[in-house]
């Protein structure tokens, strides 16, 4: 697509050629997945997370749907279809339910990956500012879905999470609580909200899976970055993606899913929360209110608010929980350095490190019953996300000075590894005269 | 635009400044009052149990003597809703044993009269659940001073600590210490409450279940002391709680090994289809290889070191 040099499809067998003239279906495959996309030569494996986060959308819509056969949702149906149908007596229900509850924990991992790894290489930057926001898009998507699908046990935690969450929109004067209302269909998280919920958390992933489509397109009109954050120049940067990146992402994606079957099979409650084998009791709070662990470092951000300055603590909190993550849209207009890669910018990379640190920390805060140092911490570390991406941001860019960069990606790829390549070159291109000259 | 959300950014940055110093001057002008249940909870006792670690397996007989323990003691107050008698089973029972359980049952389950669809009881069948001991929440707050003994199906999945709160709880009834009187003398335990050290507040509802050794007689001789029948009743509630472990164990296993020997042949076949890519690449300039090589037979031709 991308490329001049992209190998075209050339359909041998006759049906092929057939299907190609009519529906071009394969044409597209192959030059989005095949031997037609050239991509960096360069990738590391951070480059790996985007097929692995398509693998873990693919898993979790697999499981889901087959869940979906067996989940009652009632409320007083849902908790005991899980925990009693699905667990004990659905085949390998057990499997299915496991496999869904911890891959959406993976599928978050990935996720956090891939967009530390955006963050860290420039990857929101022009041409793939929409690339960038595509992708936010998923993950608001992402987040939607996960806490609906959380609901659907009917646990304590499903409860009181959606009590708490839905909770955020009244904190809005006058509108607010029509609304929360008028989302969860009653005055309290009751059938209305479980029936919508489970309606909702079937279809999104379905709009993210379109997102993930114009997201890959976005992506391939540029084609990939790279570690270098420099720009394609010739073929020799570049390699097919099959089978260079297909046989990279084949045996990466088996060693990752080792961990999250090892996960699975051997500690599948361990990142859940055991209030959520209770059933829902509306009239008992449990001792803490945490979310997800996906969600511990926004959560953070909304309690970290205490104070009512102008506005109440709540509106704050709830206002900045939104911007935390509606501020990332605004980020190829924040950071004007025109050098993509962090490894390039070694005052960026010092507050990069920093930011992976502060959110980690966010994560620490969020996750716990509240004690001072918790929010102490969680306040330090909240006003510091903000003005990372605010304040630091922009002005690091305008400051920074690069270090240089290498003039190609085929350069920066056999720099130190020149002996090695030296005996053969079987597709050898020469160029450079400048240096052959001097050296001569 | 950037002005506007640096400015953005500073009042967010700006108000989390006013909450932290709001936040720690009331906390050093009036420190929170420490709490007798920070102080004096516990964390349960180890416990290891046969169905530990990715290999474990139930102990049969363990989980037979949990259950006898459930049916004798915990099942007068306890419900467990979730699990019927067809899977008593996965303790080693056969199918006519499971079927004197059942109509054994001291609790009928809920049927119609035939005749006159008027509600009636009838001898449990090894389809059903558990029948519980009493008809409903009201019942059973009723007969517990308002507490609910809540139902123990999940009851190891459900608490933090899971078999080892079980049994540190069942062991863990004692008088108040003193020291705790003396620091706290407006948390003596209430009457009607227990004090157990394991439990979140310090103070349960739950008389202690397990008193005297021998209170249960175990069929395969066991001797049956209070930390004998804690031990076995909170390994019967891993089983209660997570029945299909064994074969979750089993299938983790096989998944592991496919995946970890795909994951070997995947890099396998990913270093040899590579090998061939780094052959190719050839660069341009003054790392060129060739380039290097001249360079250095020229500088060898000068003399020049290096």
């Known amino acids: ?440 | 635009m950037r002005f506007i959300l640096g400015f953005i950014g500073a009042v967010f940055a700006l108000v989390l400044t006013i909450s932290l110093i709001s936040g720690l001057s009331t906390y050093f002008s009036s420190p929170p009052a420490p709490l007798a249940s920070e102080e004096f909870h516990l964390k349960p006792k180890p416990l290891h149990l046969a169905s530990d670690g990715p290999f474990g397996k139930f102990d049969k007989q363990q989980l037979q003597r949990g259950f006898q323990v459930y049916s004798e003691v915990c099942s007068a107050c306890h419900s467990m809703k979730l699990v019927s008698f067809r899977d008593l089973k996965g303790l080693g029972y056969n199918d006519a044993e499971i079927k004197k359980i059942a109509s054994d049952w001291k609790v009928q389950a809920p049927s119609l009269n035939p005749d006159t669809g008027e509600p009636a009881t009838r001898k449990p069948l090894p389809s059903d659940t558990f029948p519980p001991p009493y008809p409903n929440e009201i019942a059973a707050r009723a007969a517990n001073n308002n507490a609910l003994p809540p139902d123990l199906s999940l009851i190891t999945k459900a608490r933090e600590g899971g078999a080892a709160y079980v049994y540190s709880l069942l062991t863990g009834f004692q008088n108040q210490p003193p020291e705790l009187l003396k620091k706290f003398p407006e948390a003596k335990t209430p009457p009607n409450l227990h004090y157990n050290p394991y439990f979140a507040n310090l103070n349960i509802a739950m008389p202690p279940p397990l008193t005297t050794n021998g209170q249960v007689t175990y069929a395969d001789g066991t001797p049956a002391t209070v930390d004998q029948m804690a031990k076995d009743v909170a390994a019967f509630l891993v089983w209660t709680a997570e029945p299909n472990l064994e074969n979750r164990h089993a299938a983790g296993l096989a998944v592991s090994v496919f995946l970890l020997v795909a994951a070997i042949l995947g890099y396998l076949a990913y270093q040899n289809i590579w090998h061939e890519a780094k052959r190719q690449v050839r660069v341009t300039g003054a790392l060129d290889p060739e380039n290097q090589a001249k360079s250095r037979r020229a500088k060898a031709k000068q003399g020049v070191a290096g």
Request: charged residues 10%.
């Open chain 1, 1 to 440: 697509m991308s490329f001049s040099w992209a190998k075209a499809y050339e359909p041998k067998h006759p049906f092929m050629r057939w299907l190609d003239e009519r529906l071009p279906l394969p044409r597209i495959v192959y030059g989005a997945t095949g031997p037609g996309y050239p991509v960096p030569r360069n990738l590391n494996y951070f480059w790996n997370f985007g097929v692995l986060a398509g693998i873990f959308l693919t898993i979790q819509i697999v499981t889901g749907i087959v869940l979906a056969m067996h989940y009652y949702a009632t409320t007083d149906g849902a908790f005991n279809s899980v925990n009693q149908l699905i667990m004990r007596d659905v085949n390998a229900g057990w499997l299915l339910r496991y496999a869904h509850m911890n891959g959406a924990s993976f599928f978050f991992i990935v996720t956090y990956i891939h967009i530390f790894r955006g963050l860290y290489y420039g990857s929101y930057k022009a041409p793939r500012e929409l690339v960038w926001m595509l992708g936010l898009v998923i993950y608001l998507l992402m987040m939607a879905t996960a806490f609906m699908g959380y609901v659907l046990p009917w646990g304590q935690m499903s409860y009181w999470g959606a009590q708490v969450i839905t909770g955020f929109f009244s904190a809005f004067p006058l509108v607010g609580e029509p609304i929360r209302i008028w989302l969860l269909g009653g005055y309290a998280p009751d059938q209305a909200a479980l029936t919508r919920f489970f309606s909702l958390h079937y279809l999104l992933p379905f709009v993210i899976a379109a997102v993930v489509i114009l997201h890959i397109w976005a992506l391939h009109i540029p084609g990939s970055g790279n570690p270098t954050g420099v720009d394609v120049k010739d073929e020799r940067d570049t390699l097919p993606f099959h089978p260079f990146y297909t046989a990279k992402d084949g045996w990466f994606a088996a060693a990752f899913l080792l961990v999250y079957a090892i996960v699975t099979f051997f500690a599948p409650n361990y990142l859940g929360h055991p209030d959520n084998y209770i059933p829902a009791n509306p009239l008992a709070t449990p001792a803490e209110i945490v979310p997800e662990w996906y969600f511990w470092p926004f959560y953070a951000i909304l309690r970290s608010f205490t104070f009512d300055f102008i506005l109440p603590a709540k509106l704050w909190g709830v206002l900045a929980m939104f911007a935390s993550i509606l501020l990332l849209f605004f980020l190829p207009w924040l950071d004007k350095s025109p050098v993509r890669s962090g490894s390039y910018r070694p005052l960026f990379k010092r507050f990069f490190w920093l930011l992976v640190i502060d959110v980690i920390l966010l994560g620490w805060a969020g996750g716990g019953a509240p004690t001072p140092l918790r929010n102490a911490i969680g306040q330090i570390c909240a006003a510091y996300y903000f003005l990372h991406f605010l304040v630091i941001l922009p002005i690091v860019s305008a400051l920074e000075t690069p270090l240089p960069l290498p003039n190609s990606i085929s350069e920066s790829v056999l720099h130190g590894e020149a002996e090695e390549a030296a005996p053969i070159g079987q597709t050898k291109r020469r160029g450079g005269s400048v240096a052959t000259a001097i050296a001569e």
